[in-house]
């Protein structure tokens, strides 16, 4: 099998998920990654080690940086500007998350890489664009993907406040963005032999995510109303609560064929027949009031029971799985869904594979996430800096 990135180099000069979530992927698929980091470490890496020691080896730390090549650069020293210019001059893709001003006292922003790589292609993730007022404002996936975008202000029931997202929700779902946008830069580079550039951020890509309710918005500039499971869009697209303290999630729509399956499955031939339930209108009008009757039948019996009543029944429907159930997911382990990386030591752990498969591609976790430093000397050693240079410089400081 080829792996499709093979050939390819790529120098990241970022931190925290949604970038380095990004070329992880890009190693997944065959690409040599170089990941700079500061002599302290990724700030992603001191967090944990801030909480559980420096030699806990976090599998989300190895998801993010899997299958790289790490070296640690001083960028407050020229040296060490110069050591990134370096490989920046071999590299095909270069991949940053650092702010605009930042970028500007390290030279690394794409013109300056352009001078030394016209064919490179150079992509930036921030958290609200490059360019206006909030260019260089920091954000989290919680600020400028939830919070900035709108998704905090429709997620949750009615009745709560805002909901607070899981961590690196929304930064991986931008990593993806950001995949999308380099690839399609490369094939435009292969086409016209001519760097490229790329900028996503953390906003527009949650912006994307939630376009149902922001193209409304945009038609009507109207705040959507949040949801309630007391009063459902209609009673067959709602969740219910089981016997055995579980939920499930029934998405059905459309009022047929699904509302007499329903009314078939819990023995109420009279919802069938009634004139107020039988177009998706009067479903949503009408059937609220319905949902407490309904929360009593699902609340006397358990999941087990529900999952082959609403199987048999050819409803839509999933339960909501807790994460202990969806690791073991038979489905998902025929899937390849998960992967083992090995490092030095903690050993094998499992980790989430590439959520996409190519036929016949190479695609897999290459390997664990780099040490502190790990190929600091045997990378500048390879770009052709000598030995006795690469040494003094860790001497100094400069590299580590």
């Known amino acids: ?159 709560d406040g805002p909901l607070i997202s899981r961590g690196g929700y929304g930064d991986r779902t931008t990593a993806l963005n950001f995949l999308a946008a380099i690839l399609a830069a490369m094939r435009v580079q292969e086409k016209t032999g001519e760097g490229q550039y790329v900028e996503v951020t953390l906003q527009q890509t949650g912006i994307w995510a939630l376009a149902s309710d922001v193209t409304t918005a945009l038609y009507e500039r109207v705040q959507p109303q949040k949801t309630s499971h007391l009063e459902p869009p209609n009673p067959i697209w709602n969740f219910y609560k089981t016997a055995d303290s579980r939920w499930l999630a029934m998405v059905m729509p459309m009022a047929t064929p699904y509302w007499p399956k329903f009314c078939d499955m819990v023995e109420r031939q009279d919802w069938a027949t009634d004139e107020r339930y039988q177009t998706l209108l009067g479903l949503a009008e009408h059937g609220p009031a ?9 609340a006397a019996q358990d999941l087990a029971f529900w999952r082959a009543k609403l199987d048999d029944s050819g409803l839509i429907w999933e339960p909501v799985a807790e994460l202990p159930e969806v690791v073991e997911d038979p489905a998902l382990r025929e899937r390849g869904a998960f992967s083992v990386v090995v490092h030095a030591r903690s050993g094998a752990m499992e980790i989430v594979s590439a959520p996409f498969h190519i036929r016949g591609a190479d695609i ?31 001497s100094k400081g400069t590299l580590r």
């Not at 202000?153 to 009615?158: C, E, I, P, Q, Y």
């Not at 319905?290 to 699902?298: A, K, R, S």
């Not at 976790?365 to 190929?375: S, W, Y």
């Open 290 to 298: 319905l949902v407490p009757e309904i929360e009593q039948m699902f």
């Open 1 to 159: 099998m080829t792996a499709p990135l093979e050939g390819i180099r790529v120098l990241e000069v970022a931190s925290w998920l949604a970038a380095p979530s990004c070329a992880a992927l890009m190693a997944d698929m065959g690409a040599q990654v170089i990941k700079v980091e500061p002599p302290q470490g990724d700030t992603y890496r001191r967090m944990y080690a801030a909480m559980l020691g420096d030699e806990f080896v976090h599998p989300c730390y190895q998801f993010d940086n899997r299958g790289k090549r790490g070296v640690c650069i001083n960028l407050e020293d020229p040296d060490g500007v110069e050591m990134v210019h370096i490989l920046a001059k071999t590299a095909d893709v270069f991949i940053t998350n650092l702010t605009q001003s930042r970028l500007q006292r390290y030279k690394l922003t794409d013109s300056d890489i352009h001078e030394l790589k016209p064919d490179a292609i150079y992509g930036v993730l921030s958290g609200y664009g490059t360019k206006g007022p909030d260019s260089d404002r920091q954000a989290f996936d919680q600020t400028a993907f939830w919070a900035r975008s709108g998704a905090m202000s429709v997620f949750g029931d009615r009745q």
């Open 364 to 394: 897999q976790v290459r390997g664990p996430a780099p040490d502190l430093g790990e190929h600091t000397r045997g990378v500048f050693i390879e770009a052709g800096i000598e030995a006795e240079r690469v040494d003094a410089l860790i």
